[in-house]
């Protein structure tokens, strides 16, 4: 993939326009379709795809280019060709159930289309059994511009001329020489283009090619223009061609080593930035994981703190309302107690009208009264109330000799109708 400043670059390279504003704009009009925007610009100027204020690519390195005088061709002379719309090719097949078999198809831009109908057809007319030929990429200039870059390469570029008399033979002795393509595969990244197709035919007048056969070296330039650092015109031998290469070789060595040197450093430094912030994640991941446990520990601790105060309350709260209770059931007590001796009335002479009561509790303790004969039981029950000695309320009133209990009963029997006059001794027993 190419970015919008690589795309403009290469327009302007192959359109030879100046301005890159007014690039700009085309491009920004064909939503940076580089391909669109090149055929709409060539079609617009049908007598001369590229205008005559354009200018040829930045020649990085002063080399004059080698121009033979012989066999002068005037590419102006060959009309393009439309590219063909986008195809598809066969990627592999598979073979279903009953011999059946499909093929994966992928799409294909129109200069790749072209490049790989120059391979196939070059491969076709040269590329005999046992031939050597230089190893042309099936991708458009653009993109083999870009795989040089990368693979810091120069780019070597041949435009073909099918109509040209000395095009059979260079292609035969020179390109298909063996040594002269395993040089050229070794050393540089090969791209053919054909003056019949539109991408050769747009890169011959971007490359002023005036002579065929037409062969130049090319790089991308630092200043976002392609570099022209050598171009060969008119038949050559294998050894003159090798010369020249390996001359372009020599003097953009340095260039070359550059570029590897700074991508190296620049990929050195992109996987020590991406190790450092591997580090910096991993260490801020621990922190977030400590600070996360410190978090929990200390909501754990809350929890704890704030469950203890609860039952704490809780408690204080059970003792208050025991206390309170207690309280309010002795008030209540205190109230019977009083309400009950307020009930017994005035204690009353001794006389035959009388009795003596003599009362035991299980303490030991003695307790003596004296009630009108005609008094009931219940008074008796008042009484022992009313005097707080005991803690229970459930208790019963009983004679020795003869046992006698004095329940509910008996209640409401007078003291002279249970007996129990002129006088009486009984005992609290508890139930």
Known sequence: MVDSADKLAYFQAITGLEDPDLCTQILQAHNWDLELAVSSFTSNHNNDPLSSSSTTATTTTAVEPSISPVHSYDSTAIAPVAPPPPGFIGLGSSS????????????????????????????????????????????????????????????????????????????????????????????????????????????SNSLKASRFPFCAVVMPATNQRIALLQQVEGPKSPEEMLMTLQRVLEESASVLVAARLEAEERTANIRLREEQDAAYRAALEADQAREQQLREEQERLERE????????????????????????????????????????????????????????????????????STAAIQSLYDYVD?????????????????????????????LKEAGLHPQAGLFVELN
């Open 96 to 203: 279903g159930r009953g011999g059946d078999s499909s093929a994966q198809l992928v799409t294909v831009s129109a200069a790749s289309r072209e490049a790989l109908e120059f391979v196939a057809q070059f491969e076709r007319d040269y590329g005999g059994s046992g031939s050597s030929m230089p190893n042309f990429v099936g991708e458009g200039f653009m993109d083999a511009l870009t795989r040089s870059r990368d693979s810091f390469k120069l780019l070597f570029v041949y435009l073909h001329s099918p109509d040209h008399p000395d095009t059979p033979a260079f292609c035969e002795g020179t390109l298909c020489s063996e040594v002269f393509s395993a040089f050229v595969n070794e050393n540089f990244v090969a791209w053919g283009g054909s003056l019949r197709g539109s991408e050769g035919f747009k890169m």
């Open 305 to 372: 703190a704030a469950e203890a105060e609860r039952k704490r309350k809780e408690e204080e709260e059970a003792q208050e309302r025991a206390a309170r209770e207690a309280a309010e059931k002795e008030a209540a007590l205190a109230r019977m107690r009083q309400e009950k001796a307020l009930s017994l009335g005035a204690e009353p002479e001794k006389g035959p009208d009388v009795t003596q009561v003599l009362v035991r509790f299980p303490t030991g303790d003695r307790k003596e009264r004296r009630f009108h």
């Open 386 to 414: 009313s005097l707080g000695c005991l803690d229970v309320e459930n208790y019963s009133l009983v004679s020795n000799f003869p046992r006698v209990v004095y329940g509910t009963d008996k209640l409401s029997l007078s």
